[in-house]
Antibody
Framework: QVQLQESGPGLVKPSQTLSLTCTVSGGSVSSGSYYWSWIRQPAGKGLEWIGRIYTSGSTNYNPSLKSRVTISVDTSKNQFSLKLSSVTAADTAVYYC???????????WGQGTLVTVSS | QSVLTQPPSVSGAPGQRVTISCTGSSSNIGARYDVHWYQQLPGTAPKLLIYGNSNRPSGVPDRFSGSKSGTSASLAITGLQAEDEADYYCQSYDSSLSGFYVFGTGTKVTVL
């Protein structure tokens, strides 16, 4: 059973870059036909899809975040990561990493990690 | 920013049937992209409830069902139980602006 775990700083200063890593166990980020995704949720609000990277390395990003987002994979560590630049308080949220199977939805999620943007 | 609209809340007594609508447009649900549904209990990560419009992952009770027609989709919960009290989100792909996934606005289900 694949498991995902987010890690990274819980506090980021405004204008800096938010960096998170998702460690995958029970499966490989480089095999199979899967999308590795990032989703976030501000406190008390709904889910926002940030973007995803396919096993092949191709990426899709939310247009509203595209200019600030980079998702990449590190096959040697079986991890994928999220970088969000020029953050503001509006980027404060719980960030989830997840695995999506084509046409089958996102079945595997990390537990989520809270990132607060504040000076 | 969401392009998928859901009612903010629905409620029902135990044993009743409730439905949650998810209204999109010709660039997402109406473009025949699949709709997925998620259940989120307080303080937990979302759980996939329905995929591909109407399919249930293993372990999801058959009290939950999904359907799609035109530019809208629906999630139905029959035989409502106290444990079903949660937030529910639809999700679909949108082909505008080079393509991206989008979640619905979310619906809080309250069991009376």
């Amino acid at each position: 059973q694949v498991q995902l775990q987010e890690s990274g700083p819980g506090l980021v200063k405004p204008s800096q870059t938010l960096s998170l890593t998702c460690t995958v166990s029970g499966g490989s980020v480089s095999s199979g036909s899967y999308y590795w995704s990032w989703i976030r949720q501000p406190a008390g609000k709904g889910l926002e899809w940030i973007g995803r990277i396919y096993t092949s390395g191709s990426t899709n990003y939310n247009p509203s975040l595209k200019s600030r987002v980079t998702i990449s994979v590190d096959t040697s560590k079986n991890q994928f990561s999220l970088k969000l630049s020029s953050v503001t308080a509006a980027d404060t949220a719980v960030y989830y990493c997840a695995r999506e199977a084509p046409y089958s939805g996102t079945q595997h999620w990390g537990q989520g990690t809270l990132v607060t943007v504040s000076s | 920013q969401s392009v998928l609209t859901q009612p903010p809340s629905v409620s029902g007594a135990p044993g009743q049937r409730v439905t949650i609508s998810c209204t999109g447009s010709s660039s997402n649900i109406g473009a025949r992209y699949d709709v997925h549904w998620y259940q989120q209990l307080p303080g937990t990560a979302p759980k996939l409830l329905i995929y591909g419009n109407s399919n249930r992952p293993s372990g999801v009770p058959d009290r939950f069902s999904g359907s799609k027609s035109g530019t809208s989709a629906s999630l139905a919960i029959t035989g409502l139980q106290a444990e079903d009290e949660a937030d529910y989100y639809c999700q679909s792909y949108d082909s505008s602006l080079s393509g991206f996934y989008v979640f619905g606005t979310g619906t809080k289900v309250t069991v009376l």
